[in-house]
């Protein structure tokens, strides 16, 4: 929890803040949602599908998904490396929320 302060953190024991503290960064929701569309992606084919994203962001956002175990890394070339990012079952657990917020923005957004 201490890291999780260490970053913007609501600081709450509500189980709605603590999952904010997890995913509610910019971007992190978008990250995941590609994860879910389109299955195991390297950090170029994330940052293609992300306008505007900038890539030290997307790095942060990585690697703060990963230090939570939302999602996990592979090496799929040495030299140089390069990763593959995908959901780990604590992340594949986030499914119906993200489908709820594609149902709630399709309606209300």
């Known amino acids: 929890?201490?890291?999780?302060?260490?970053?913007?953190?609501?600081g709450q024991k509500c189980p709605v803040a603590r999952a904010l503290?997890?995913?509610g960064e910019r971007w992190s929701l978008l990250i995941l949602r590609d994860l879910f569309r389109k299955g195991p992606l390297?950090?170029?084919a994330i940052e293609e599908g992300l306008p505007g994203l900038a890539p030290n962001t997307l790095s942060?956002?990585?690697?703060?998904l990963q230090?939570?175990?939302?999602?996990g890394a592979r090496l799929c070339e040495a030299h140089p490396p390069r990763y593959e990012y995908f959901l780990t079952e604590?992340?594949?657990?986030?499914?119906p929320v993200i489908r709820a917020?594609?149902?709630?923005g399709e309606r209300h957004g």
């Open 1 to 10: 929890m201490t890291q999780l302060l260490d970053r913007k953190s609501y």
């Open 90 to 95: 604590k992340g594949e657990a986030l499914r």
């Open 67 to 71: 230090a939570q175990g939302v999602i």
């Open 101 to 104: 917020l594609y149902a709630w």
């Open 21 to 23: 503290d997890v995913v």
């Open 60 to 64: 942060a956002r990585l690697k703060a």
């Open 42 to 44: 390297r950090f170029q």
